[in-house]
């Protein structure tokens, strides 16, 4: 029964009634190869597929093809967004649900584009039917109210109508006992106010099987005799039988031969205009009828009716000369492959620019390199009698040339991101979030690049082999250094405590020590929140010094830690109040440590906190 309430949920949206739909079909036929414009001859398609669907799907679905095709070609959406919803209803006449599901969700996505939000009432209602069909019954439920909230701006709100007779047909539940009579009237009086006759018809209907709900079953069937009567005068047959099989259904329990009477009339009127659907129902309700009474000869009969039109149901289907599955699967390829296409080109595009953009940025450098090997030229040339000005010139000139070569190298990583991104992104139908994404990418890596350009102008990498060994109070460097830092800590309300119990001095230079020092205090100060403590301490430990910075930050992650002593590394992450680091601060640390003969390591746990161990040896052995 709710089958049919789908099929005739359909009919009704058609423009015109039934008695004239072969007047229309041929009216349409005639008129077609006399339209001109393009864009009204694939409206005519598409009406005359939605004309014929009834008596024969495989034209429906024939004219629906014609008219997606020219459509496509025109780039015509409302041509696309109707022939999808139209190839949805040929995969719901065919029973293939998943097929209909898929391509009302086209047409949805299509109606959407273009605004015309009649049309997304209606496919939202169509997904709503076919999830009821698959038994999900919320999401069927969740469309429905999907379908009245966005129909509610609707200045031609006709459609609304049809929206509610279907929830209330398909889930009375869902109304309480009061409110059903309410919501009846609502949907009477919009399709009132079109004077739209069947969908009128349809609501007595619904109003007559409330009444018979609530007990006032003589006043329910004369609601749907008249209801019945009113339908076949006004020759609206297919509405007419759902309305006759109501009333055989209310007479099934109470009077059985009323019942059978009823069901006959339907089946009359299903034979005489072939509405095979309607047929098979009406049939398998009698088969079932007299069954259930024994009626041997009668069910036999009835069982050769139904067993007739599987018959020819397969015969048709076989004639037909459709794969709708293979049409379906064809249709995803070609989807597949023109997103596929338009990924390739603004990909391609987009590999484009940042290839102009990285020869200007090479064509800058090697101008700017160029100029400063003039400049150096110069400058050798005026101060060639001075040795020590010379050599201050060649060292300046190898800085600058291995800074240079160190940005050209790194500049080449965004060209690497956006290699590594096309090799693991697949085709996918939200294209242009995927464009912005891979740009976004761009954006970033040159941020990146310029951050380290700016840290390697600052850093001297040549700290590690360049050590001039004195004796270091480690005590009088560690009060230096919480000395220097209090005030930062104090900036976040944090606490720098000492604890040295090392009393040594020991083998190595200062500054670079002292700069290791702050360089763990102070990144100690960036991760650690607002009112935390950190903790120095230095003392004896299997003859070495052991010094340990501990703080309460929140911690360093599993999956960087063996990353954080890289150059360059990609485990920076930002402070607690939004610093930013290079990269480069631990890794110059662990240089200067391991030039001192010593380590560096730290222990994590994260959420709670970070403790930096350095070692060096008391005695120099370098």
């Known amino acids: 029964m709710k089958k049919l309430v789908t099929f005739f949920s359909l009919m009704v949206l058609l423009a015109t009634v039934c008695y004239g739909q072969i007047e229309d079909i041929n009216k349409l036929r005639k008129h077609l190869p006399l339209i001109k414009d393009s864009m009204r001859y694939v409206d005519a398609l598409n009406r005359m597929a939605m004309l014929l669907y009834e008596n024969n799907v495989d034209s429906t679905f024939s004219y629906t093809e014609r008219a997606r095709s020219i459509a496509e070609r025109l780039q015509y959406e409302k041509g696309k967004a109707d022939a999808a919803n139209n190839l949805g209803i040929v995969y719901d006449m065919k029973g293939n649900l998943q097929l209909a599901l898929r391509y009302y969700n086209d047409g949805y996505n299509r109606f959407k584009v273009i605004s015309d939000t009649a049309d997304m009432v209606q496919a939202i209602m169509n997904i709503a039917m076919v999830y009821q069909e698959l038994g999900k019954t919320q999401k069927a439920v969740n469309s429905f109210k999907t379908a009245i909230e966005t129909g509610k701006g609707l200045s031609r709100d006709s459609i609304m109508s049809l929206v509610w007779y279907n929830y209330m047909i398909l889930y009375p539940g869902n109304f309480a006992k009061d409110s059903l009579p309410v919501y009846i009237n609502k949907a009477k009086q919009i399709a009132a106010k079109y004077k739209d006759k069947r969908v009128l018809l349809a609501i007595e209907q619904l109003t007559a099987d409330n009444y018979i709900k609530n007990g006032q079953k003589d006043k329910g069937v004369a609601l749907l005799q008249q209801a019945a009567f009113d339908a076949i005068k006004s020759k609206l047959y297919y509405l007419s039988l759902d309305i006759i099989i109501d009333l055989g259904d209310s007479f099934a329990l109470a009077d059985s031969a009323k019942a059978v009477t009823y069901y006959k009339q339907a089946l009359y009127i299903t034979q005489l205009k072939q509405y095979t659907v309607?047929?098979?129902?009406?049939?398998?309700?009698?088969?079932?009828?007299?069954?259930?009474?024994?009626?041997?000869?009668?069910?036999?009969?009835?069982?050769?009716?139904?067993?007739?039109?599987?018959?020819?149901?397969?015969?048709?289907e076989n004639n037909s000369g459709i794969d709708f599955i293979e049409y379906a699967l064809k249709d995803q390829e070609l989807e597949s492959a023109q997103v596929q296409s338009k990924f390739e080109l603004n990909f391609l595009i987009l590999a484009v620019f940042v290839c102009i953009l990285m020869v200007v940025i090479l064509v800058i450098l090697w101008r700017n390199w160029k100029q400063l090997r003039k400049t150096s030229d110069a400058l050798r040339l005026q101060f060639e009698q001075s040795e020590s000005t010379m050599e201050a010139l060649e060292v300046m000139n190898n800085d600058y040339s291995r800074l240079i070569k160190i940005v050209a190298h790194d500049l080449r990583n965004p060209i690497?991101?956006?290699?590594?991104?096309?090799?693991?992104?697949?085709?996918?139908?939200?294209?242009p979030a995927d464009t912005r994404e891979l740009m976004n990418l761009v954006q970033v890596s040159s941020k990146n690049s310029l951050d380290l350009i700016n840290e390697l102008l600052e850093t001297d990498f040549d700290q590690r082999q360049k050590i001039k060994m004195e004796r270091v109070n480690v005590d009088e460097l560690l009060h230096q250094c919480i000395s220097l830092l209090s005030f930062r800590a104090k900036d976040k309300g944090q606490q720098l405590t000492l604890n040295s119990n090392a009393h040594v001095k020991i083998s190595g230079e200062y500054e670079k020590l002292?700069?290791?020092?702050?360089?763990?205090?102070?990144?100690?100060?960036?991760?650690?929140p607002e009112g935390a403590q950190i903790h120095v301490e230095s003392r004896i430990a299997d003859n070495k010094l052991l010094i340990t910075v501990n703080d309460a930050g929140f911690g360093i992650p599993d999956d960087i830690k063996n990353k954080i002593f890289d150059p360059f590394t990609s485990a920076r992450r930002a402070g607690t109040q939004g610093e930013q680091p290079f990269g480069l601060g631990l890794y110059i640390s662990r240089q200067i440590i391991e030039a001192h003969n010593g380590k560096i390591w730290f222990e994590s746990e994260p959420g709670k906190g970070t403790t930096f161990y350095v070692e060096l040896p008391l005695t120099a052995t370098a």
């Open 416 to 431: 690497s991101a956006i290699s590594t991104i096309s090799g693991m992104l697949q085709p996918d139908e939200n294209l």
């Open 514 to 528: 002292w700069r290791v020092m702050n360089n763990l205090i102070v990144n100690a100060i960036k991760f650690s």
């Open 278 to 316: 309607y047929t098979e129902s009406i049939s398998k309700k009698l088969y079932d009828f007299y069954t259930a009474r024994k009626d041997t000869a009668k069910a036999f009969f009835y069982s050769q009716q139904l067993l007739k039109l599987h018959e020819n149901q397969e015969k048709v």
